[in-house]
């Protein structure tokens, strides 16, 4: 069956960095654009960045801009977020999901905090 797996997370200082991986199965990863979303104490879901299937395009939302960077490895099936200068509004329930949303793994915290 699908599965997506998010890992990385965990609680870091401002200014800190963190890598966020998602590892697929049960379906051809490598012909999905993927998407990483999250959700912060209290508030909707927020797009944050996604990437194509084939990694050679990449987008993310203002908030992000400059400071994370998606990245796949299709021979993996692997989705990566690098976030680096992470700030305390940054801390949210950390989802990776495909391409139209079929598919979501169970999300990943991340805390920014002193």
């Known amino acids: 069956q699908v599965q997506l797996v998010e890992s990385g997370g965990g609680l870091v200082q401002p200014g800190g960095s963190l890598r966020l991986s998602c590892a697929a199965s049960g379906f051809t990863f490598s012909n999905y654009f993927m998407n990483w979303v999250r959700q912060a104490p209290g508030k909707g879901l927020e797009w944050v960045s996604n990437?194509?299937?084939?990694?050679?395009?990449?987008y993310y939302t203002d908030s992000v801009k400059g400071r994370f960077t998606i990245a796949r490895d299709n021979a993996k099936n692997t989705l990566y977020l690098q976030m680096n200068t992470l700030k305390p509004e940054d801390t949210a329930l950390y989802y990776c999901?495909?391409?139209?949303?079929?598919?979501w793994g169970q999300g990943t915290q991340v805390t920014v905090s002193s």
């Open positions: 990437i194509n299937s084939g990694g050679g395009s990449t």
């Open positions: 999901a495909s391409q139209s949303y079929e598919y």
